[in-house]
């Protein structure tokens, strides 16, 4: 998953930016405006992150002067069953992992 940041004064492109996003029409997400932190965010996942795209944001930033960042979440790879001493320590460790509460 990349979350994606355009920052600077946006104000008068926002349709523009609103525009941006990958060519893949199964791609189903908005760009929406984070009060807190002054730009616009869009969350876009891996297999809609092509180099097109990229490329398409970063001409995009430099030709209005907006600040583009572009963060990738990584997550790490659960444990195999086989790597826990016994099966109620996996399963415990996977409910706390997803945050379900474990009875």
Do not use: C
């Not at 979350?3 to 908005?30: C, H, M, V």
């Amino acid at each position: 998953m990349h979350n994606i940041y355009i920052s600077g004064d946006t104000y008068k492109q926002k349709e523009l930016i609103k525009a941006l996003k990958p060519t893949d029409t199964n791609f189903k997400r908005n760009w929406r405006f984070d009060k807190k932190i002054n730009a616009w965010h869009l969350q876009v996942a891996d297999k809609f992150m092509t180099k097109e795209f990229k490329k398409s944001l970063e001409e995009f930033s430099q030709d209005h002067h907006f600040i583009l960042e572009i963060l990738e979440e990584i997550k790490p790879k659960p444990k195999s069953i086989n790597d826990y001493e016994n099966e109620e320590e996996y399963w415990h460790a996977f409910h706390r992992r997803n945050g379900q509460r474990y009875y």
